[in-house]
C-alpha cells in the first residue's frame, strides 16, 4: 500500500521520464517525493543501465542500489521508442504530462522524434526538460560524460589534493547528484512559470554549469581579480590558520575557528591563553602573516586527546568542529537518526530492508519519503496503457511485438 503522506506540493503534477541512470532520475524522483506522478519509461527487456550496476542479488533482479537510490515511488512503463507504435504511445502520454524529461547526449531526442519542438508541438503547455554534460549548445554540447569526467573539466579536481597527491575526485558523484537537484529545483520554477504566462518552458540544465555553480565563490574570485586557486588539501577555504584539519590522538577533527570570537572560543578550549596574547597572533592580520607557527601551537595542544573528547570540548565552547567519520559512524549518529531523512522500504521478493532518501528537509516538521519502493521492470506498464484506453488484447499484441 502506498504510504500516505502530508506535504505533496506537486500533487496533480504528471512527469514523463526518458532519463537513466543518475543526475535524471534523481531529479525526477524529487518530483515524485513532492507528490508528482513520476512515469519512467524504460527499454524493454533492459530498462535503465542502473538496475544491473553492482554484482549482489539486487543487481541479479535488476534492483542494485544505483537503481534503487532515486527510483522509488515512480511508475514504470516499457516501451521502444524506435517503433513507430513505442513512439505514438509516448506521444500520448506527452499530451496528459506536465514535465518532460530526458537526459540523452544533444541530439539523441531529435532522431527520436522526441525533442523540445516536437513535445511542444504535442502539448504546448510542458516543461521540457533537458539535462546533459555540457548544455544543448557550444562547441563540446555533443560529447559523453560522466560525473568524474565533469569533476575533471569543471576544475574542481585541481583545487583538491595537495601539490604532492596531486588531484583527488571527490568521493560521491556530487556533481550528478547536484545536477539532479539543480534540475529539479528549474522544473518547479518552470510550472510556476507556466502558470503566470500560459506558456511552456524548455529547460537546459548540465553538468558541468552546475559544477561551476558548486564552486561559484571560486570563480567568482578568479574572474573578478584573477585570483587562481591551489590544492587546499584539508586547509580550510576561509585561509585561517586556526581553521582546517588537526590530528587527535586517535584521527583528524575538523576545526573552523574563523571569526574573532570563535579564535578566542578555541584559544580558551584549548587553554592556551599564552596562544591569544601573543602579539604574532594578536589579530586576523598578524595571524594570516604568521600562520604556520599558530598552525603549529594548535597541533601541539590538538594530538593530546582523542577526537571525540576535542568534538565535545570545542562545542561547548562554541567552536564549530567535526572530528572525521566513516560512513558506517556517522549513520550510527543519533542526530542522522533523528532526522528521518532515509526511509525503510520492504521489497518484494527481496529478503532484506532497502534504504532510500527522503526529500532531505521537514516540512511543517515531518520528512517526506516516496509513496512505494522503487518498480520492478515494466510492473504498470498495463495499468498505465489499460488507462488510455488499450485493451488486455491490444497490451498483449503490443508485448508479442516487442513494443513494450
Same mark, same amino acid.
Given at each position: 500500500m502506498p504510504l500516505e503522506r502530508s506535504f505533496q506540493p506537486l500533487k496533480s503534477i504528471r512527469v514523463i521520464d526518458l532519463s537513466g541512470v543518475l543526475a535524471g532520475p534523481y531529479a525526477t524522483y524529487q518530483l515524485g517525493l513532492l507528490?508528482?506522478?513520476?512515469i519512467k519509461i524504460e527499454k524493454?527487456?533492459?530498462?535503465?543501465?542502473?538496475?544491473?550496476?553492482?554484482?549482489?542479488?539486487?543487481?541479479?533482479?535488476?534492483?542494485?542500489?544505483?537503481?534503487?537510490?532515486?527510483?522509488?515511488?515512480?511508475?514504470? &512503463?516499457?516501451?521502444?521508442?524506435?517503433?513507430?507504435e513505442g513512439l505514438a504511445i509516448a506521444k500520448r502520454l506527452i499530451e496528459s504530462a506536465d514535465v518532460f524529461v530526458e537526459n540523452f547526449r544533444p541530439g539523441v531526442a531529435a532522431r527520436l522524434k522526441l525533442d523540445a519542438g516536437a513535445v511542444s508541438t504535442i502539448n504546448p503547455l510542458i516543461v521540457y526538460c533537458a539535462i546533459s554534460a555540457y548544455g544543448q549548445d557550444g562547441a563540446i554540447a555533443q560529447r559523453p560524460a560522466y560525473d568524474h569526467v565533469v569533476q575533471g573539466m569543471s576544475g574542481i579536481m585541481s583545487t583538491?589534493?595537495?601539490?604532492?597527491?596531486?588531484?583527488?575526485?571527490?568521493?560521491?558523484?556530487?556533481v550528478d547528484y547536484a545536477?539532479?537537484?539543480?534540475?529539479?529545483?528549474? &522544473?518547479?520554477?518552470?510550472?510556476? =512559470?507556466?502558470?503566470?504566462?500560459?506558456?511552456?518552458?524548455?529547460?537546459?540544465?548540465?553538468? /558541468?554549469?552546475?559544477?561551476?555553480?558548486?564552486?561559484?565563490?571560486?570563480?567568482?574570485?578568479h574572474l573578478t581579480t584573477g585570483w587562481e586557486p591551489n590544492p587546499a588539501g584539508n586547509a580550510a577555504w576561509s585561509g585561517?590558520?586556526?581553521?582546517?584539519?588537526?590530528?587527535?590522538l586517535d584521527g583528524i577533527i575538523m576545526i573552523a575557528a574563523n571569526t574573532e570570537l570563535q579564535f578566542e572560543s578555541l584559544c580558551k578550549a584549548l587553554d592556551r591563553s599564552d596562544i591569544q596574547c601573543d602579539p604574532r597572533w594578536s589579530?586576523?592580520?598578524e595571524r594570516k602573516v604568521n600562520a604556520e607557527g599558530l598552525h603549529d601551537q594548535i597541533s601541539v595542544s590538538v594530538s593530546?586527546?582523542?577526537?571525540?573528547?576535542? =568534538?565535545? &570540548?570545542?562545542?561547548?565552547?562554541?567552536?564549530?568542529?567535526?572530528?572525521?567519520?566513516?560512513?558506517?559512524?556517522? /549513520?550510527? =549518529?543519533?542526530?542522522?537518526?533523528?532526522?528521518?531523512?532515509?526511509?525503510?522500504?520492504?521489497?518484494?521478493? &527481496?529478503?532484506?530492508?532497502?534504504y532510500v532518501p527522503a526529500v532531505g528537509f521537514k516540512a511543517d516538521g515531518e520528512s517526506t519519503g516516496p509513496s512505494h519502493p522503487p518498480p520492478r521492470l515494466g510492473q504498470d506498464t498495463d495499468e498505465v496503457l489499460a488507462s488510455m484506453g488499450l485493451t488486455a488484447e491490444q497490451i498483449s499484441a503490443l508485448r508479442g511485438q516487442g513494443v513494450v
Open positions: 507528490g508528482a506522478e513520476v524493454p527487456q533492459t530498462g535503465d543501465w542502473a538496475r544491473q550496476g553492482g554484482d549482489d542479488e539486487l543487481a541479479a533482479l535488476s534492483m542494485a542500489t544505483g537503481y534503487l537510490t532515486q527510483n522509488a515511488g515512480k511508475k514504470s &512503463i516499457t516501451l521502444d521508442l524506435k517503433h513507430p583538491t589534493g595537495t601539490t604532492t597527491s596531486g588531484p583527488t575526485k571527490v568521493g560521491a558523484p556530487y545536477t539532479g537537484l539543480n534540475a529539479a529545483f528549474a &522544473i518547479v520554477s518552470a510550472l510556476h =512559470e507556466v502558470n503566470r504566462t500560459g506558456k511552456g518552458v524548455t529547460l537546459d540544465v548540465s553538468m /558541468l554549469d552546475t559544477s561551476m555553480m558548486l564552486m561559484a565563490s571560486l570563480v567568482t574570485r585561517s590558520p586556526s581553521s582546517g584539519a588537526f590530528e587527535t589579530s586576523p592580520g593530546a586527546r582523542t577526537a571525540r573528547e576535542w =568534538e565535545e &570540548i570545542l562545542a561547548m565552547h562554541g567552536v564549530p568542529a567535526a572530528r572525521v567519520r566513516t560512513l558506517p559512524e556517522v /549513520l550510527s =549518529e543519533n542526530q542522522f537518526r533523528h532526522r528521518g531523512q532515509w526511509q525503510e522500504m520492504k521489497m518484494p521478493g &527481496i529478503n532484506r530492508p532497502a
